[in-house]
């Protein structure tokens, strides 16, 4: 890649159908000088044409397949880049970028492996509280099922190392990959760290968020999985 | 006698084929194994089905039989919808390598 002051951090942003707020996203990240790679996932509007603009490199799928692989096809891109420290980031504009560092400072600070965005240890700004009680209960079925204790286990801002980041293979290609990274995870055995962080929810980024239906779907996902291979 | 070796054929296609699928879904294997083979016992001696029928709460062994029959419908949709996953991943494997190969280096991506 042509000469980037710090080739060793880099930042996944899985996007699809996002060109109304992408570019915006995009920019305010690159100026703060990390590479960027945006993840278009078959997208069938303008995201990856202003993702490039916007100074992202951007990873196309020539077909959608879904947030997981998106974030899991960011990794192994960034992997092949020679990144030490992958951020993974929202497409949506809900996180803040001023977060980036103190995640990526979590990770140095406790010698943790991942560091992970939590809107309940920091703040959210205009959150509804249907969406409050959906958190809790992935959070509270999350905890259950892999044993980590987390406060936020749908949060799309997370920093692992290179080290962690070669010990993650998201399979679940949907939604539920948020539970699968966080298996992932605890079964790499490698230290995580939480890090507050704020989640702004804006009409955008409500409109595209998950709902209580695709819940449902998510356990489908995750309980299918272990019947196979 | 006619129905009883026809069924038998069949069902020890079922077993054949379940033993094949054992070690990619071990749960589907196992299930269609056991279920094929009772299903082969009881094809020869029907006496027993209604015996156990009787034994589990249904009237008759055919009734017994019929129930078995649906479980074995619903494992093979389940082992379809399996392999339908794996396929997937496969796709996604695919599409992910396709993905990275063609990435757009930032320069091109700012002329164009």
Redesign the interface.
């Known amino acids: 890649m042509p000469g980037e002051p710090d080739t060793s951090i880099w930042l996944i942003i899985p996007a699809y159908n996002e060109a109304a707020v992408i570019g915006r996203v995009v920019a305010d990240v690159v100026k703060r000088g990390y590479n960027v790679a945006v993840i278009d996932d078959g997208s069938t509007d303008e995201t990856g044409r202003r993702a490039g603009a916007a100074g992202a490199i951007v990873v196309t799928h020539p077909i959608n397949l879904g947030q997981g692989a998106a974030l899991q096809t960011g990794i192994q891109f960034a992997l092949r880049q020679g990144a030490d420290t992958i951020v993974t980031f929202d497409a949506d504009g809900q996180h803040r970028p001023a977060d980036i560092d103190s995640l990526i400072g979590a990770l140095t600070t406790n010698k943790a492996d991942f560091a992970l965005g939590s809107r309940f240890l920091g703040g959210t700004v205009a959150m509804p509280l249907s969406r409050r009680l959906l958190l809790m209960a992935a959070t509270w079925f999350t905890r259950l099922t892999t044993g980590l204790n987390v406060s936020d286990t749908h949060n799309g801002l997370r920093a692992m190392t290179r080290r962690g980041a070669s010990r993650i293979k998201l399979r679940q290609n949907r939604m539920a990959h948020a539970s699968e990274l966080l298996d992932e995870i605890a079964r790499s055995g490698l230290r995580y760290v939480e890090v507050p962080v704020t989640i702004e929810y804006s009409w955008y980024s409500l409109a595209k968020g998950q709902r209580f239906a695709d819940s449902l779907r998510i356990l489908v996902d995750l309980s299918a999985q272990r019947l196979h291979r | 006698m006619i129905a009883q070796i026809g069924l038998s054929i069949l069902l020890l296609g079922v077993l054949f084929y379940a033993w094949t699928e054992y070690s990619?879904?071990p749960?589907?294997g196992l299930v269609s194994m056991v279920v094929a083979g009772a299903g082969l016992y009881f094809v020869w001696l029907p006496s027993q089905a209604t015996w156990l029928a009787s034994l589990v709460g249904i009237g008759r062994g055919v009734d017994l039989i019929l129930y078995v029959w649906v479980i074995i419908s619903l494992m093979v949709m389940?082992n379809l919808?399996?392999k339908l996953?794996?396929q997937?991943?496969l796709?996604?494997a695919l599409?992910?390598e396709?993905?990275?190969a063609?990435?757009?280096?930032?320069?091109?991506?700012?002329t164009?």
């Open positions: 990619r879904a749960a589907v389940l919808h399996l996953r794996s997937t991943e796709i996604t599409t992910r396709i993905a990275i063609n990435a757009r280096p930032v320069s091109a991506a700012t164009s």
